[in-house]
């Protein structure tokens, strides 16, 4: 298989695959502000960890700043264009809430707001902020989890109920699973095992 190195004007691109699209929430002069993220991601399981990254002018890094609080709501497909237009306008020029129509709830931090037409949604308290250049990496620790009751399938969140979606150039809507996880790689195992003992032909 041919490979082709791909580079941009500022060097190496920093390519995985899609991207998890999220809006932080950051509370600014006690107005809810949201800013849509797509280079988030897992950090730690214990405690539970999770890291932004946002560039140096985003709007949104002064409540968190301020507050050393935020909130990740994770959007379903329902809220696409919604979520789209969080990350196109500033809110210091106009209140996303009410442009968005989002309902707007709290957990235990009065400075992370909350919505609830998201799915998936978590308090996070600031761990550390990281000028790494173009971007400054927010690491925050989980406070609290919330999940939308018809997004649980018993007792667990039903990623097809709660349809997130995914920035890759563009928007990308889940897909189909390919298979169960820490078990479908036993079949590599397997098929290694019966090439070892099959008879030479």
């Known amino acids: 298989m041919s490979k082709v190195k791909l580079t941009s004007e500022t060097g190496p691109v920093p390519i995985l695959a899609a991207y998890p699209v999220i809006l932080m929430g950051s509370l600014i002069g006690g ?36 507050n ?12 696409v264009k919604e979520t789209d237009y969080c990350g196109i306008v500033s809110g210091a020029s106009t209140d996303k809430v009410v442009d968005c129509n989002f309902t707007i709830f709290y957990g235990k931090s009065p400075a ?26 927010v690491v925050g620790k989980i406070l609290e ?12 969140l039903d990623l097809s109920k709660a349809r997130p979606f995914f920035f890759a ?9 390919l298979g169960q996880a820490f078990h479908i790689g036993k079949q590599v195992n397997e098929a290694r095992v019966r090439d070892t003992h099959s008879p030479q032909k």
């Open 169 to 177: 150039g563009d928007y990308y809507a889940l897909g189909e699973p």
């Open 145 to 156: 989890s919330y999940v939308s009751q018809d997004c649980l399938k018993n007792g667990r």
């Open 68 to 79: 050393m609080v935020f909130s990740v709501n994770v959007p379903s497909t329902d809220l």
């Open 31 to 66: 107005k809810p502000d949201f800013a849509t993220l797509a280079w988030t991601g897992v950090a730690a399981s214990v405690p539970p960890t999770i890291s932004l990254a946002l560039q140096h002018h985003r709007y949104s890094l002064k409540g968190v700043r301020e």
């Open 112 to 137: 992370a707001p909350l919505i609830e037409q998201c799915p998936i949604n978590h308090v996070c308290e600031v761990i550390q902020i990281l000028n790494l250049g173009s971007h400054e990496l």
